[in-house]
């Protein structure tokens, strides 16, 4: 397979680079500076540098032309204020569920977060942080009939090593999660069509990754 990640350079994107580049996968990562070149092919990963702040449409869909499957896992950041919530959280994940219907990339990946709602009251960047998200994840989810989608909410994230158990269901209540086992859940959830149409919450669990991944997909 041939999979595009945007936000290449993220926590969660190296990881999952390294992981299927390991098991043979051809990757590119979306990333916005080209200092960070380096650090993908390390990874085993093609850099394509664009900022998915300015692309348009095609610029985008150009880079996604050719692939098996698309992952979102950009993100403005902890830092970043409430305007980058709404141009990367929110617009750049829209900009690719559309670049991937234009492009004929079918599957999705979408990293979304735990409490994302399109509804979610209150103007403190959180706030903002958790509507544009789920702004986000409602557009994908309108694409249906052109995108085989999965959205995936991951508890909150750690830097502890994976332990490759984890809880992955619609509803798991909150906890933490090692990002070793986001990527490694991604990772399963490209192969996995059970899944397509499919919001899930990831926290860490006593299931293999692969037998979670599974159980949900129906397999």
């Not at 043979?24 to 960070?36: C, F, S, Y």
């Not at 032309?65 to 970043?80: E, L, N, Y």
Request: hydrophobic share 45%.
């Amino acid at each position: 397979m041939r999979i595009v990640i945007a936000g290449g350079h993220g926590r969660i994107a190296l990881r999952l680079s390294r992981l299927l580049a390991a098991r043979g996968d051809e990757v590119a990562g979306i990333i916005r500076n080209p200092d960070h070149a380096a650090d993908l092919r390390e990874a085993g990963a093609e850099p394509l540098v664009c900022d998915l702040e300015s692309a348009t449409l095609e610029e985008v869909a150009a880079l996604l032309r050719g692939a098996d499957a698309a992952v979102f896992a950009a993100g403005a950041g902890p830092g970043s204020g409430a305007d980058r919530k709404a141009t990367v959280d929110k617009g750049a994940a829209v900009l690719l569920a559309d670049a991937a219907v234009r492009a004929g990339v079918r599957r999705l990946l979408v990293v979304s977060s735990m409490a994302a709602d399109p509804n979610h009251p209150g103007d403190e960047v959180f706030d903002v942080y958790l509507r544009a998200k789920g702004e986000a994840d409602a557009h994908v989810r309108a694409l249906g009939e052109s995108l085989d989608w999965t959205i995936l909410r991951p508890g909150m994230l750690t830097e502890d090593a994976g332990a490759g158990r984890v809880l992955l269901r619609a509803s798991t209540g909150r906890g933490p999660v090692p990002r070793d086992d986001v990527a490694a859940v991604l990772a399963e959830l490209l192969d996995s069509p059970g899944t397509v149409g499919l919001t899930l919450e990831l926290i860490s669990g006593s299931t293999p990754v692969q037998d979670a991944v599974k159980m949900v997909s129906g397999e």
